[in-house]
């Protein structure tokens, strides 16, 4: 969400980020929209104050004996209240308006970010480790998994659809190590405090971090609504089981079918920056209680509403995964540091596991709604011959804060100023468990268990294949 009052004063820096995003300007209809609103502020302010001067004038015509002035000026007053109430409801519809227009759009790229159209403009800035080599032809974890009898697929389409998966044994255990592992990481070496949130999310909470409105098709919603029917149905078999108290049970229904109406969808997460960078919403902080860093390991939902054909097989695109994910809440002259650090903290994931990585900065046309920088790192999958992303850290300066209305006060007694949001994975818990199918496979089916994830194993230092 952008500051108005910025955009009037950097129409021209407003749409000039915009078009590196591919964008047309928008800043005159912003504007435009802004103009509306104040312009019809300052008629209803007008109508205010002549109501207010009427209204002492109808005391002063009755002083003075002049019923018909009084008469009048109380006409006058009661035809301005009317049109100052429906001003006010125009004044609501016009700020709604306004905000909705902003909601829609991006946050601007910083300077440093590479413009493009897409991921082809995204730039290399540093890479670890080797990729492995193997005497055999590597295999896709899919297959691994499967061979191995503890990666089911089949199953998991019969419960709950495509894009499922029944991890059994060793696998199950290996997902909850590999997660563990990543959290002690985090909490013990740098920092962060666990942190155990909700799957399920209000509107505002989706809005705050921007994945409402845009993104609504990507999400899955609940709703605790029941129809009408259901409660009928309801109500005939309690009255059939009361039929001594029907008149308490009636009112019951009623009162149970008002409070159903009111109810709101909640939002399955898609990750779990979504409640964590909402621990601060519609709070002001101090400046010496910055930065804030917190983790947490959490399941997440994505309708994946665009990637109809994108890995088909396999675990890389689920509807359901799990991931370790930090979130930062700083003092905008902290901000830019702390992307560095998030970055070296999810790095540092992959280099205990020995798993070979690339780190790339996206190009404008390829970052997310709310980043003004993001890092992806891209490990090594030796079964598909590829680089594929198993972290996205973002830098979202004031965006989500002032959606979220968070704000800290600075220690010098300054104004209080929107916080800076980052979020980071630490990393996506499945697509690391591919990590390390596809690199430490050995040719006769089995995998090795990393050094760092042995002792959350029982000490388990091979996956073997089965009669193995």
Known sequence: MFDVKWIRDHPKAFDAGLKKRGLDPLSAEVLA???ARRAHIATLQAAQEKRNAASKEIGQAKA???EARAKSLIDEVAKLKSDIQAGEEEERRLTAALEDFLATIPNLPLDAVPVGADESANKEVGTWGEKPKFSFEPKQHFDIGEALGLMDFETAAKISG??????KGALARLERAIASFMLDLHIQEFGYTEVLPPALVRDDAMFGTGQLPKFADDLFVTSRR????????AKKDWIEKFERHEEDIGLMYDALLAEIEQAENLWLIPTAEVPLTNLVRESILAEADLPMRVTAWTPCF??????AGKDTRGMIRQHQFSKVEL?????????????????????EVLKRLGLHYRTVVLSTGDMGFAAQKTYDIEVWLPGQDAYREISSCSLCGEFQARRMQARFRPADGGPVRPVHTLNGSGLA????MIAILENYQEADGGVVVPKALRPYMGGM???GPPGA
């Open 302 to 307: 994505r309708a994946e509403a665009g990637a």
């Open 33 to 35: 929209r802004d103009d």
């Open 226 to 233: 029941r129809t009408e029917a259901n409660l009928e149905a």
């Open 162 to 167: 495509a894009r499922f998966v029944v991890l």
């Open 327 to 347: 979130v930062s809440i700083v003092a905008p002259d902290q901000s830019l540091d702390e992307l560095e650090r998030m970055r070296g903290c999810a790095e």
């Open 64 to 66: 003075a004996g002049d």
């Open 461 to 463: 230092e091979r996956i």
């Open 429 to 432: 818990v499945g697509r690391t």
